[in-house]
């Protein structure tokens, strides 16, 4: 964060303001951590702030201190609107297009008060007038502890606000282990611990939460995976069908896609997944090493995330989707065999 923003953020922070906190739609462990994180820091500093998140998120990570006092944009609409259309400040966090909060996007647009953005993600738009974009971090749960020191109040990091940012560090960085985790970002779990982040708590109430369901799930899902080993491909389908057979709750595809990589060779593993009610296919993309698996769900699945991981969707059905995305891949060899 440079100078110019940091004095912006004292200087709108120097007075109350009405804030609000949006992580993106399907907010993962990152997006809620650093929000609820975000939001402690600044009541605790005596400011009003509240988190509306577009739309639900799974169960294991609602124990995170805080969560009861999220909005839901799609099940407390007009409360969250008042909200909104109430702020003098919105922080966005975990994400840096307005396309990536579903219905929230057109109410936040016509808005006209400041917008921080606080993201890791690549190819930021222009929304906001004070920017804290670094792809280079681990999460946005790092960029807030960053964040608060610029602000010079590390000692100011409560239990709570320990406990969400080492949740969301260490769901972005798969337990400490991709690329993006630095000695920085080990150095600042360490202080989160020092700080009293319960962190095997934290790791067992994320992680040790499957149902028979999930498992079985998950069973049907390495069933259907394709190896590719031509591409050092992987991926793995899973139709409407299958995740209604299963009783499919909302977080139980999650860490699926990774299963491919942790085939010998494979270095670019891919989850599809149906989604009838919306009518796409939503898709997962995971690599190991140089191949971008940004370029690739940008150019191919309007898509985009890290170089490692990253989302997209498709608008054909499930089966013509696989077709595609094997079709695309001969022009990938070189990349994925270098
Ligand atoms: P996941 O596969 O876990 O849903 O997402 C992996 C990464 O890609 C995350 O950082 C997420 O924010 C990003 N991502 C997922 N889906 C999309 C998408 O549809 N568009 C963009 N731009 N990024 C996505
Ligand atoms: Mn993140």
Request: net charge negative; glycine share 8%; with cysteine.
């Amino acid at each position: 964060m440079n100078l110019e923003s940091i004095k912006a953020v004292k200087q709108l922070l120097s007075q109350p303001q009405k804030i609000v906190i949006v992580p993106h739609k399907n907010p993962d462990g990152d997006a809620i951590g650093s929000t609820l994180a975000l939001w402690h820091y600044l009541t605790d500093r005596g400011q009003e702030a509240v988190v509306i998140a577009p739309n639900d998120y799974p169960k294991f990570l609602k124990w995170m201190p805080g969560n009861e006092n999220i909005l839901n944009f799609e099940r407390e609409n007009g409360q969250a609107k008042d909200k909104i259309a109430e702020a003098t400040v919105v922080f966005t966090l975990d994400f840096n297009h307005l396309g990536r909060i579903g219905q929230m996007q057109s109410v936040l647009e016509d808005l006209t008060v400041p917008f921080v953005m606080i993201d890791h993600h690549q190819a930021p738009s222009d929304y906001a007038e004070i920017m804290y974009s670094d792809v280079s971090m681990s999460s946005t749960c790092e960029m807030v502890y960053n964040f608060i020191e610029f602000l010079g109040d590390v000692d100011k990091i409560s239990l709570e606000i320990a406990n969400c940012l080492y949740t969301g560090i260490m769901t972005d960085t798969g337990s400490f282990k991709f690329r993006s985790t630095t000695g920085r970002t080990h150095r600042i779990v360490a202080d989160l611990i020092d700080k009293g982040a319960e962190n095997t708590q934290i790791h067992h109430r994320v992680y040790d939460t499957n149902t028979p369901g999930r498992l079985h799930l998950l069973g049907c899902a390495l069933k259907n995976m394709v190896i590719l080993d031509q591409y050092r491909t992987a991926y793995i389908t899973l139709s409407q069908e299958e995740l209604d057979a299963h009783k499919y709750q909302k977080g139980d595809t999650e860490g699926f896609v990774n299963y491919g990589l942790t085939l010998e060779g494979i270095i670019f593993a891919v989850i599809f997944i149906e989604n009838k009610e919306e009518g796409i296919v939503k898709i997962s993309f995971r690599s190991i090493g140089d191949f971008s698996v940004n370029e690739f769900a940008r150019a191919h699945f309007e898509g985009g995330g890290h170089n490692n991981a990253a989302g997209g969707k498709s608008d054909r059905s499930l089966k013509e989707t696989a077709l595609f995305f094997e079709s695309l891949l001969v022009n990938y060899k070189e990349q994925l065999t270098a």
